[in-house]
């Protein structure tokens, strides 16, 4: 069974651009989990997506956004791109809604100049 | 903030000691897991426990719960070069299903 996959593995940006990370979930898992992992610092939820909508968002701004396609795989869209934007990018999925384990992928390392 | 924080920050041992790391948290649960990131990869799940348990084992891991001072402990016994790694709990919480990572413990296991 394929794991989650994201990509692309590295993304290089310079400030005020955009940037589009990819994640595909595990076959069956309808739930997407985006999470922001800044060096040395602990993982900072971004947004949650199941079924297509858009469930919850942490304490980012209105620049970070996404959306989940019908095959359930999603998008993240960071836009305006700021220096401190850099870091790793985790997104993961679960099986059911309710809290259960969620599966990471590799993660999109994002760099901004 | 629900966030969990780890005890210690960093831990540094022998190959075939045991490594213990913390877990606080600060309201009620419906479970809590940890997790695994080796170098700035993703995290891998290692156990879960739910908020009626009060222990649970896998293999070399043992996990403790006490929802009375909302705290939870990782044990990893005799413990391998492998196991370097950074350690995550994550509480989820009732009536939600967002998960609160706390800010890791770096374990270093020298051979």
């Known amino acids: 069974e394929a794991g989650v996959t994201q990509s692309p593995t590295h993304l290089i940006k310079t400030r005020g651009q955009q940037a589009t990370l990819r994640c595909s979930p595990i076959s069956g898992h309808t739930s997407v989990y985006w999470y922001q992992q800044a060096l040395g610092l602990g993982l900072q939820f971004l947004l949650w997506y199941d079924e297509g909508e858009e469930r919850n968002r942490g304490n980012f701004p209105p620049r970070f956004s996404g959306r989940q396609f019908p095959n359930y795989s999603s998008e993240l869209n960071v836009n305006a791109l700021e220096l401190e934007d850099s870091a790793l990018y985790l997104c993961?999925?679960?099986?059911?809604?309710?809290?259960?384990?969620?599966?990471f992928g590799p993660g999109t390392r994002l760099l901004v100049l | 903030s629900q966030q969990g924080e780890e005890d210690p920050q960093a831990l540094s041992i022998q190959e075939g000691e045991n490594a213990t790391m913390n877990c606080s948290y600060k309201t009620s649960i419906n479970n809590l897991q940890w997790y695994r990131q080796n170098s700035g990869r993703g995290l891998v799940h290692l156990i879960l426990?739910?908020?009626?348990?009060r222990e649970k084992h896998s293999g070399r891991l043992r996990v403790t719960l006490d929802t009375s001072k909302k705290s939870s402990s990782l044990l990893i016994t005799a413990s391998r070069a492998a196991d370097t790694a950074s350690y995550f709990c994550?509480?989820?919480?009732?009536?939600?299903?967002?998960?609160?990572f706390g800010t890791g413990t770096s374990l270093t296991v020298i051979p």
């Open positions: 993961a999925s679960s099986l059911i809604r309710g809290g259960e384990t969620q599966y």
């Open positions: 994550a509480t989820v919480i009732h009536h939600g299903n967002q998960f609160y």
């Open positions: 426990i739910r908020s009626n348990e």
